[in-house]
Each structure stands twice: as C-alpha cells, then as structure tokens.
C-alpha cells in the first residue's frame, strides 16, 4: 500500500509540475524549484537535475531517517524523477501564472500529500522537510513550508519579482492542502457548556442531538462554586442547531466553541447507527 501510494503521488505531483508549473516559470519550492530556476539561468533539464541531486540527499535520509525510510524514499524519489522526464511533454494546461499557481498547487499537494500518506518523500528537500519533522515540533507542513521557502526565494535570482509572487502563492497551495490531507478535511467543533440546566441540556444532547458526551468538574475563578461542564464533540453543521436549543432551554448558558480538525472514534470516524427525527436535513458526520 505504501509504494502504491507512493507511486500514484509521484505521478499526480510531476504531472501538476510539468502541465502547469514548469512553462509558467513558477520555483514552487524545493528541488524541483530549484530546476524551474535553474533551466532557466543555465537551461538544465529538470529530470536530470532532480535526480543527480537526489544522491547526497539521500545519504542524509539514510542517516537520520533510517533504513526502511531510507528505502521507500530510494524509491520515491527514482520514480519521481522518472515520471518528471517521462511527463516532460505534457502540453501546458494554462499560460496564466495565477490559475497554474493555485490548481498546479492542488495538484502537486495532492500528489505530495499521497506521497507522504506512504511514510516516503519524493526525495530532494522533501527529505531535510522529514528530518525537520521528526527532529523539531514543526507540523510537517510547516517545515516544508520553510524548506521550501528559501528554494522559492532563489527565483528571484531567475525570474521578476511578480513570478517569485506566484511561485510563493503556489507554495501555500501546495502546504495548505498537504496539511489538510495529514489533518483531515472535515471540521468539527468541540463544545463546552457551563449551566444551571445541566440536566436538561444532557438529555437534549443525548436523546435529540445524539452525541456522547463528558462531565467535567469545575470551579468558578470569581465565586469559587463548584459546577459541572458538559463538553461534548459534533460536526460543524450541528453547531448552530446546538446552540439554538441549548439557549432555549438556558438563555444563560455559557458556551465555548473550538475547532476540532481530526476527531477519530464512533459517530466520527467509525460506523454509528443514528437516531434521527425526520425533520432533519443534514446527517451528521
């Protein structure tokens, strides 16, 4: 499964690269951007230059990643650098640099996203991005999002300033739906509640809403009483429909609500058997 995905995002990220990056001159980042750069101040072949590269790089992935890293990441970055040559003929999608900058973004983070699902790289930064990762509390997309950088930032010795621009938007593309593919794409919501009604609000949520819940006891700052608070975890289109009957039953009622972006567990990401009324709409998640 792992050299599958492996494979099937190496693909996805040279096909992004050479339909929508390479002819727009957009250095999105890493080796790759490197290769934009460079074929165009000294007309290197991308394929090539991602490959040669790749060797001392490799070495370091051997050294501080370890061997079963080191190699998945043999692989990845040899059929990465194939698919790069073998798509180089690829007719260019669009000659505008904003379109190639966001949809190429999707697509390359889409690729790179698979790739990283397989616990391999595509080789080049990708593998100093997962030394990072492993060695520092950076997300991984933050780390490769200031790996990265500085190989974007080497445009502006190639390219005019409105180019770097592009190549910068192109990488936040790129990060952004990296990271979304590691956290999840679905949003819920966690949602603490202090009241006098506690009673009641726990019998709405577990009879009508459906959700579990927890009780957890807590200590006013200012009064010092003690009450309790119900926290309980739903999807973001049951949020407001929460809220509305929870300040029916308690006007008062003080209610925090924070983002949850990766929620396991049943009526989330295992099979729940759902009471709902036939008034609703939407299922939730």
Same mark, same amino acid.
């Given at each position: 499964?792992?050299?599958s995905l492996v ?14 990056f390479?002819?727009?001159n957009i250095a999105?980042?890493g080796?790759?951007g490197?290769?934009v750069?460079l074929q165009?101040?000294?007309?290197w ?7 040669f590269?790749n060797?001392?790089?490799?070495l370091l ?5 370890g061997?079963?890293s080191?190699?998945?990441?043999i692989y990845?970055?040899?059929?990465y650098?194939?698919?790069?040559k073998?798509?180089e003929?690829l007719?260019?999608?669009t000659?505008n !640099?904003?379109?190639a900058a966001i949809?190429?973004g999707?697509?390359v983070g889409?690729g790179?996203?698979l790739? *990283?699902w397989g616990?391999?790289s ?7 991005t997962q030394?990072?990762?492993k060695y520092?509390?950076?997300?991984l997309a933050?780390?490769?999002a200031?790996?990265?950088g500085?190989s974007?930032a080497?445009?502006?010795v @190639? ?6 621009m592009?190549s910068?938007?192109a990488l936040f593309?790129i990060?952004?739906?990296?990271n979304?593919m ?5 949003s ?10 506690t009673g009641e609000i726990?019998?709405?949520i577990a009879?009508q809403a ?12 200012f009064t010092?009483k ?5 926290m309980?975890?739903?999807s ?5 429909r929460?809220e509305?009957?929870?300040?029916k039953?308690?006007?008062t @009622? *003080?209610?925090?609500v924070?983002? !949850?972006?990766h ?6 990401s295992l ?6 009324d036939?008034k609703?709409?939407l299922?939730?998640m």
């Amino acid at each position: 499964m792992d050299f599958s995905l492996v494979t099937l995002g190496s693909f996805v990220a040279a096909v992004g690269f050479n339909s929508m990056f390479l002819a727009n001159n957009i250095a999105s980042g890493g080796v790759v951007g490197l290769a934009v750069s460079l074929q165009k101040l000294l007309g290197w072949n991308p394929g090539n230059f991602v490959m040669f590269t790749n060797v001392p790089l490799l070495l370091l992935c051997f050294l501080f990643l370890g061997r079963e890293s080191f190699l998945k990441t043999i692989y990845g970055s040899w059929i990465y650098s194939f698919f790069v040559k073998f798509t180089e003929d690829l007719p260019t999608i669009t000659n505008n !640099a904003l379109l190639a900058a966001i949809f190429g973004g999707v697509v390359v983070g889409l690729g790179l996203g698979l790739v *990283f699902w397989g616990n391999s790289s595509t080789g080049g930064t990708g593998i100093i991005t997962q030394i990072l990762h492993k060695y520092t509390p950076l997300p991984l997309a933050v780390a490769m999002a200031v790996v990265d950088g500085f190989s974007v930032a080497m445009g502006l010795v @190639a390219f005019d300033i409105d180019t770097v621009m592009y190549s910068i938007l192109a990488l936040f593309v790129i990060s952004y739906v990296v990271n979304s593919m590691q956290t999840g794409l679905s949003s819920s919501r966690n949602v603490m509640i202090i009241s006098k009604a506690t009673g009641e609000i726990k019998k709405y949520i577990a009879n009508q809403a459906d959700r579990g819940m927890t009780e957890i006891p807590v200590k006013g700052g200012f009064t010092g009483k003690s009450h309790t608070m119900l926290m309980t975890t739903v999807s973001i289109q049951e949020v407001p429909r929460l809220e509305r009957h929870i300040l029916k039953i308690d006007e008062t @009622a *003080f209610i925090v609500v924070m983002p !949850a972006t990766h929620v396991m567990g049943r009526g989330f990401s295992l099979t729940k058997r759902y009471q709902l009324d036939e008034k609703d709409i939407l299922l939730p998640m």
